[in-house]
Antibody, heavy 126, light 110 residues
Framework: QVQLQESGPGLVKPSETLSLTCAVS?????????WGWIRQPPGKGLEWVAT???????FYNPSLESRVTISLDKPKNQFSLKLTSMTAADRAIYYC???????????????????WGPGTLVTVSS | QSVLTQPPSASGTPGQRVTISCSGS????????VAWYQQLPGTAPKLIMY???QRPSGVPDRFSGSKSGTSASLAISGLQSEDEADYYC???????????FGGGTKLTVL
């Protein structure tokens, strides 16, 4: 059974860089799949942040691309997120998840995030 | 503002059938499939539907999904109190080259 667990600081100062890690158990991230981060401001909806393929290819939400970096740590079987220049608008629960993708000739892409980590709340305050 | 449009709220009484819509465009729902999540308060989203109408193991058959054109729907029949949650749709967007979520629908069981 694949399980994910986020870790990182719960509090970041404005203008500083957020660093989060997602530890994966039950599956080797070197084997396959995409791995990603999603965030959710308290009381609001879900926003895709970034995704990385097991080969290292990355995809970023254009609205965050200038500030975000996702990377793999294969020996530790974990992946990480860095978000620079943090502001109050970045306050959110940050989830890591595995992204499952399939391409159908007739239906296009089928994608879903599963499983998810429990999430970690990040607050931005001085 | 989300790329995919969902009604902010929906409601029904126990036993009723409710439907939640997810509207997009030709670059997302129109050319790719849709998945749905259920999120209970204080928990991570749970996958309840993928590839438009496929239920993961353990999801009751009271939940069903469909897609037509640039819109998708999640139907819940025999509504139960434990179905009260937030529901989100997700699909791939060819222009964004990434996943996009709906804004979420808060389902209340009256």
């Amino acid at each position: 059974q694949v399980q994910l667990q986020e870790s990182g600081p719960g509090l970041v100062k404005p203008s500083e860089t957020l660093s989060l890690t997602c530890a994966v158990s039950g599956y080797s991230i070197s084997t396959g799949y995409y791995w990603g981060w999603i965030r959710q401001p308290p009381g609001k909806g879900l926003e895709w942040v970034a995704t990385i393929f097991h080969s290292g290819t990355t995809f970023y939400n254009p609205s965050l691309e200038s500030r975000v970096t996702i990377s793999l740590d294969k020996p530790k079987n974990q992946f990480s997120l860095k978000l620079t220049s943090m502001t109050a608008a970045d306050r959110a629960i940050y989830y890591c998840a595995r992204l499952v993708t399939y391409y159908h000739d007739t239906n296009g892409y089928s994608i879903w995030f599963d499983p998810w980590g429990p999430g970690t709340l990040v607050t931005v305050s001085s | 503002q989300s790329v995919l449009t969902q009604p902010p709220s929906a409601s029904g009484t126990p036993g009723q059938r409710v439907t939640i819509s997810c509207s997009g465009s030709s670059s997302n729902i129109g050319s790719n499939t849709v998945a749905w999540y259920q999120q209970l308060p204080g928990t991570a989203p749970k996958l309840i539907m993928y590839t438009n109408s496929q239920r993961p193991s353990g999801v009751p058959d009271r939940f069903s999904g469909s897609k037509s054109g640039t819109s998708a729907s999640l139907a819940i029949s025999g509504l139960q109190s434990e179905d009260e949650a937030d529901y989100y749709c997700i699909t791939w967007d060819d222009n964004l080259n990434g996943p996009v979520f709906g804004g979420g629908t808060k389902l209340t069981v009256l």
